[in-house]
């Protein structure tokens, strides 16, 4: 990890609230959910302090829910919001209701969003560089994860092995990635 991106890291993790709030604008998540056409609630949490809050969990050092709730109440002290308990269980119901599509929406916006602020000066030899890394992860072999994941018409039930496969076009300028790809992977 380089020094600005570990600085970045420290920052966010020692930050009290929401830092992604800043990151992440509202409006970007609300044009993300129009276009994948999520209605929801207003609520205490909602996909806005959901994806900011989660956002927040994945970078720091203390993944707990507890700390994401925690993160959530330091944000909503100032407001005129009744601040909810510590019990995370809320909090977990509403990340699981996040879904895949609205994420990917989010992730593209982001990546257009550093595309944009590319200029030649950031180029090697005025080219843009991609580099390319890649992962397999395993998930539950669930009935919902084989709707979600579907096999191929060549595959046999006994077949389904529940792993997944992703990689990353990475944009050597910036660093950030502009072309994510997941799929299943087969094994016989």
């Known amino acids: 990890m380089t020094l ?4 970045l890291k420290d ?38 302090i959901t994806l900011w809050a989660f956002l927040s969990q994945v970078l ?6 507890h700390n994401a709730v925690s993160k959530i109440i330091a944000h909503l002290a100032g407001s005129d919001v009744e601040i909810p308990s510590s019990d995370t269980s809320a909090y977990c119901q509403a990340r699981a209701r996040l879904p895949e599509k609205l994420l990917e929406k989010l992730f593209n916006y982001s990546a257009q969003k550093l595309e944009e602020k590319v200029t030649q000066e950031h180029l090697w030899c005025g080219r843009n560089i ?20 579907p096999l191929t018409v060549h595959s046999k039930r006994w077949m389904w092995l529940s792993n997944s496969q992703n990689w990353c076009d990475i944009q050597f300028s910036y660093g950030g990635c502009c072309c994510f790809v997941h799929r299943c992977i087969e094994h016989s």
């Open 4 to 7: 600005r991106v570990q600085i």
């Open 60 to 65: 720091d050092s203390d993944k707990t829910c």
């Open 11 to 48: 920052k966010f993790n020692q930050s009290l609230g929401l830092p992604f709030k800043e990151l992440l604008p509202e409006s970007a998540i609300k044009l993300a959910l129009s276009e994948v056409k999520i209605k929801y609630k207003k609520r205490l949490f909602d996909p806005f």
């Open 130 to 149: 991609l580099v390319i890394d890649g992962s397999t992860v395993s998930m539950p072999d669930t009935v919902e994860n084989q709707k979600e994941y």
